[in-house]
């Protein structure tokens, strides 16, 4: 019967035969708990029990719920901080990096390196930098050349950037790369073009490399803005002796919807952060496109 | 700005350097102290994990970055208390198995994607690229149940599951198989393969440098995931490696050159796999970014 069909019938049948698996995975793994975590949402259900409806009524409880709004800014904190610091020192690195020979690739390689560590493994070994006298490393340092000790992860207004300082350290590297990649694609003869017309580099930076990097520009700050936004393994292992703490300052979403789907039991109300976290997600990173993208 | 749009950065330019030879200058020798300095910085912190790992208890708290006696007394302890050995396979089996996954499937829908033409096949494109919008944090509850309602909780499915492909993996791979000449895979028709040997005798070896970006990324995510393994798993010999070294950290009383022990053995596998094959991870994580 096969034998039958014509090239174009047989290359249906391959390609479907192709796809059977990966659209069952999809349908299953991605689309379906995707609607059914938008149900939950408008549901009451504490896992044990049966699934009753609950309306709107998780998303006024969220909305009236100030630990949701101190998590909420928060998570904003993180990617307010997180974002521009590391696009900045990323690019700075990268500019003058693309400009060196002298052992490049050993320096591209110190820079890089912290990419490939684990976030939890890193946050445990900078919870121990952080620790106060005599045992973590920051403040045993301060305290060797006789500056007041500082309180890193147990103040409510260092804790934050504290926590954030470990994830922009890991996500330079990357963001290095990138740019980097971005500054080789800009062609050498707009610079010597430059150069002949006796533009300072100043100009030069802002004239030509700044504008002509904008398509990766736009990359690495949607994509480190999703990663801040969604921050959890470094909050959750610099904390886990009061998660989120000291005082909820350095709960982000992600944690809140962890701490009430599985330690409170709360699914429901759980998966309506879900959904604002999903919202938020894709409106920030739809406006970053947009003003971007315009400009 | 037409021009700005066409300007698309490759992944092989970064190996290159492209800085004409200049004559070292002070401004020059300034930078390159500067930024060697800062390099020094970066790896501080996985500098003074090691060290801390190879220094004996009273020595912990010194600020020395080289160990007065070093010893491996340290690993030696954490291994014997036979946790972490189990953490580290655990880890490792799902990494692997969920990289072949993405290996086989991403490329092959990539694939179908790329050079078939059938009813469906925007619709499907673009089902699998929406998904890229959807945060994994948004769908652990739903796979929570699912898990609970099958018996995969605590199991090495449970937590592989969700990542057995990516929209991601195959964006990139259907973006590297439009490379491969239509040309190709006409002729190998022509002698008589069939579809799947097409895919994977010609195509497959043509889109290898694609190959190797998309397993060390897999690789490294599943590597170091943490939220979804620590969910899924309940026991401790179910627990990857993140998992493991979060509630060992945890414990009371566990000293600190211990924690950076385990820090270590999770973070050295991926540091001397990088060291290996540097040019090409960096490569490939420039081609996965700019194309995925």
């Known amino acids: ?295 | 700005m037409a021009a700005v749009d066409t300007i698309r950065p490759t992944a092989n330019a970064v190996l290159t350097t492209q800085a004409p030879k200049k004559p070292a200058n002070m401004g020059q020798i300034i930078r390159w102290l500067l930024l060697f300095a800062g390099g020094i910085l970066m790896v501080m912190p996985i500098a003074y994990m090691l060290s801390t790992s190879l220094k004996w208890p009273h020595e912990v708290y010194n600020v020395n970055l080289i160990p007065v006696e070093p010893t491996i007394e340290n690993y030696t302890y954490v291994l014997e208390d036979g946790r972490f050995f189990g953490w580290f396979i655990n880890s490792l089996i799902i990494a692997i198995a969920t990289t072949i996954s993405n290996i086989l499937f991403d490329s092959l829908v990539g694939y179908t994607l790329c050079k078939f033409r059938f009813p469906g096949r925007y619709i499907v494109f673009i089902a699998i690229l929406s998904t890229l919008m959807i945060p994994t944090e948004m769908l652990v509850i739903p796979w929570y149940l699912m898990s609970q309602q099958f018996g995969w909780l605590d199991s090495y499915w449970g937590i592989m599951f969700p990542g057995m492909m990516t929209a991601f993996g195959t964006f990139l791979m259907k973006q590297f198989f439009e490379t491969v000449p239509d040309d190709f895979i006409e002729a190998a028709r022509i002698d008589g393969l069939n579809e799947l040997q097409i895919w994977w005798t010609v195509a497959m070896p043509l889109v290898k440098p694609a190959l190797a970006a998309l397993a060390i990324f897999v690789f490294l995510g599943n590597w170091t995931a943490f939220i979804w393994p620590l969910i899924v798993t309940n026991s401790v010999e179910m627990y990857t490696l993140p998992v493991g070294l979060s509630s060992f950290g945890d414990e009371a009383d566990v000293a600190w050159e211990l924690i950076m022990t385990g820090a270590a053995i999770s973070t050295l596998p991926t540091l001397v796999v990088f060291l290996i094959f540097q040019r090409f991870i960096i490569r490939g994580v420039v081609m996965a970014g700019l194309k995925g």
Request: charged letters at 10%; proline letters at 5%; a positive charge.
């Open chain 1, 1 to 295: 019967m096969y034998n039958n069909l014509s090239i174009r019938q047989k290359q249906i049948v391959w390609a479907w035969a192709f796809l059977a698996i990966p659209v069952l995975f999809y349908v299953v793994i991605r689309f379906y708990p995707t609607a059914n975590a938008i149900l939950i949402s408008f549901q009451n259900w504490n896992l044990l029990g049966s699934r009753t409806w609950a309306g709107a009524e998780n998303y006024i409880k969220l909305f009236n719920d100030p630990v949701f709004w101190q998590v909420f800014r928060n998570t904003f904190v993180y990617l307010l901080l997180g974002t521009p610091i590391s696009l900045v020192i990323s690019f700075i690195i990268a500019y003058h990096l693309d400009q060196l020979r002298f052992m490049h690739g050993f320096l591209r390689m110190l820079y890089f390196l912290p990419f490939m560590t684990s976030a939890v493994a890193m946050a445990w070994v900078w919870r121990w930098f952080y620790q106060p006298v005599p045992i973590g490393l920051f403040n045993n340092f301060l305290a060797s050349v006789g500056i007041p000790q500082v309180e890193f992860l147990r103040s409510t207004t260092n804790a934050l950037p504290s926590v954030l300082a470990p994830a922009v350290w890991a996500g330079l590297g990357f963001q290095i790369i990138i740019f980097m990649a971005g500054l080789r694609a800009i062609p050498r003869s707009y610079y010597e073009a430059a150069r002949i017309d006796g533009v300072s580099t100043w100009t030069v930076l802002w004239e030509i490399t700044l504008p002509l990097l904008k398509p990766t520009i736009v990359f690495i700050v949607v994509f480190s803005s999703i990663g801040f936004l969604r921050i959890f393994d470094h909050v959750f292992n610099m904390t886990t002796n009061d998660p989120g703490g000291p005082l909820n300052s350095t709960e982000p979403l992600v944690l809140m919807i962890y701490d009430t789907a599985f330690n409170g039991f709360d699914m429901g109300y759980a998966a309506a952060q879900t959904v604002v976290l999903f919202v938020v997600l894709l409106l920030v990173s739809l406006l970053q496109l947009r003003i971007l993208r315009d400009r």
